[in-house]
């Protein structure tokens, strides 16, 4: 009966370490360092039309929108890709294409009160550990409007 319990522990130990590895390794929200957040630009109406014309062109410049935007810059592409405007990133998150249309119809609250209180335990985590500023909020509302637009 000891050896059994022994070998419980045990084998419970080491899966809640590889557990918590993998966490942290696949994005996780527990020791995973995270790229600091620039300082945003003095207008967002001007990230806006940058991210625009960036979009506009080739595959290069598809990366340099995936850079400089704002859902990179939070680390929302960690778990998010928005297909709309070419941003790739990870598939554990749904694809925020759609998102400026279809929150509330999803959570039971429009986009811009969604992304001050998430109604969904995964975003609640993420958003309240690190909320957005409310210049922030204006960026990602914008370039989620316009990823809704593209995609029509």
């Given at each position: 009966?000891?050896?059994?319990?022994?070998?419980?522990?045990?084998?419970?130990?080491?899966?809640?370490?590889?557990?918590?590895?993998?966490?942290?390794?696949?994005?996780?929200?527990?020791?995973?360092?995270?790229?600091?957040?620039?300082?945003?630009?003095?207008?967002?109406?001007?990230?806006?039309?940058?991210?625009?014309?960036?979009?506009?062109?080739?595959a290069d410049k598809a990366?340099?929108?995936?850079?400089?935007?704002?859902?990179?810059?939070?680390?929302?592409?960690?778990?998010?890709?928005?297909?709309?405007?070419?941003?790739?990133?990870?598939?554990?998150?749904?694809?925020?294409?759609?998102?400026?249309?279809?929150?509330?119809?999803?959570?039971?609250?429009?986009?811009?009160?969604?992304?001050?209180?998430?109604?969904?335990?995964?975003?609640?985590?993420?958003?309240?550990?690190?909320?957005?500023?409310?210049?922030?909020?204006?960026?990602?509302?914008?370039?989620?409007?316009?990823?809704?637009?593209?995609?029509?």
């Amino acid at each position: 009966m000891n050896k059994a319990i022994f070998s419980f522990v045990i084998s419970a130990i080491i899966g809640l370490g590889i557990g918590y590895v993998l966490y942290g390794l696949l994005g996780g929200t527990g020791n995973t360092p995270q790229e600091p957040v620039a300082a945003a630009p003095s207008s967002s109406t001007s990230t806006a039309a940058d991210q625009s014309t960036s979009t506009q062109g080739s595959a290069d410049k598809a990366t340099a929108v995936d850079e400089n935007n704002i859902i990179a810059k939070r680390g929302c592409i960690q778990c998010h890709s928005v297909g709309s405007l070419n941003i790739k990133g990870g598939q554990v998150g749904p694809d925020l294409s759609q998102a400026y249309t279809t929150v509330e119809g999803k959570h039971g609250k429009p986009i811009e009160e969604f992304l001050k209180q998430p109604t969904s335990a995964v975003m609640s985590g993420v958003i309240g550990k690190n909320p957005l500023t409310d210049d922030q909020r204006k960026q990602v509302l914008e370039l989620l409007k316009k990823a809704s637009e593209a995609k029509q």
